[in-house]
């Protein structure tokens, strides 16, 4: 059950998605790598969002962000215990055709809700389930006892899209709203079927016996994120000229040419569409 | 007049343009960068294709680019004299919506013949003169005796689009082939007219009293490259929602959005269209 009496909206988690690196200094909110945005860098030395896991919180680790971390959750209250955060609203671009992905690490039903009335109110917003052990998840959001992480796209990394700043910053407003109405038992139910989307895994891009990338996303694939893959469509087109179809079962892609899943060997995720009903 | 036995085609000069960096690993060409490449970021200590002017060539400087600047043109038989490469085909990618651009650092009538025909051969062709004082310019196809630089987009830096890969592609190897029926004395003379824009200037974001940007590129003037921009239309949209009207000449915008120009403070290049007889 959501207690929402300390909410953290963060930008900036990597310095050159820049909606929220702008939207954190227009309003104030929380930035989450300075000296990364200072830079329009993802990162400095690691990837700030993938340093929170309780173990790597408690270890001597070193870097840049590995520090930033722990200055991160002692900033906002020490994950895992009483003075966490209630609530953090991390915004992130991709340079995927995402539109509004919310993403859920952990399933909780007033959560879920607030998403539902977000999906309901905004075009192309799509509820994304990525269950993770909050422990020793890796995710700024997790400090906090319940989060959400907004993916906004298509947005080159370094770049601003007008139209992305202002709609982001509408539901980030939102968000705040129905989690007041929420607090104050004003939050009218959802009903009927809610789409979502649960992450399956991730696709590497096909190799060369040396490990170097031989293929890119196919044409016919390129911002087709949360549209239906099944076996026998074109899903990579080799640096030969050569189209691999897809093999695998039927599923929803994203995270399709992701610029900084490159280096973490992803081409796109997949996930299975389901129809909660409320 | 081209005198072309020693071609150069070189990609990776920016080392997260992907379509130069992929090519060149494909095909052999030159890799500029090949440090930045590795890391899959523009530059590692300053922009390599800045470091080119002779008089930086001959100082002393620092920092992995400037080394590299003063390798590169050791290799390539050093600029401004008779061992320099005839020809520099140098690839881009921009952010902006510039399709394939053909920039001429400055005016030959056989590579503006060559370009020509790749304009009248493939579609969202564009010719762009940006005449430098070879000697001085920093860019790294002044080292050659003459040169042209495409610029391929919208592609998100550290990203490949596989219809751009391979477009660039057949025009690099239309380079080739039309540089080869010219050196054979078959190449056609176009006729008519041609299309070509002109850099005039850079224009800035609008920037608040402590120089932070203030404002992003309008939605409505987003990727409109190569049209025309005339005094009343929207071209900049504020953090606090205010419309930006243009107020300068006609002209037509180019390198809009463009991601790595932000650190240059530039939000678009203008350019003057032209129809030279030929």
Redesign the interface.
Known sequence: MLSANKIIICGGTHGNELTGV?LA??HGWFLANPAAAEK??RYIDCDLNRCFAMSNLNSKTEGLENIRAKVINAMLGQKGTEDAPDFILDLHNT?ANMGITLILSHMDSDILNICTHIAKEFTDVHIYLQEEERTESPYIGTVAKTDVCIEAG?Q????????L??KVERVAFRFLELIEAWKNGSLPKTSGKIETFSEIRNVDYPRDSGG??AA????AL?GKDFCELSAGMPVF?G?D?KEILWEGETCYPTFI????Y??KKIAMSLAKRDYLTV
């Open positions: 702008y200094k227009k329009c860098r340079t298509p080159a990394h370094g770049t601003l899209d007008a139209e700043f202002f170097n990338i890119m996303v196919h044409p390129q087109l640096f000229g040419n992701e610029a900084a490159y280096e």
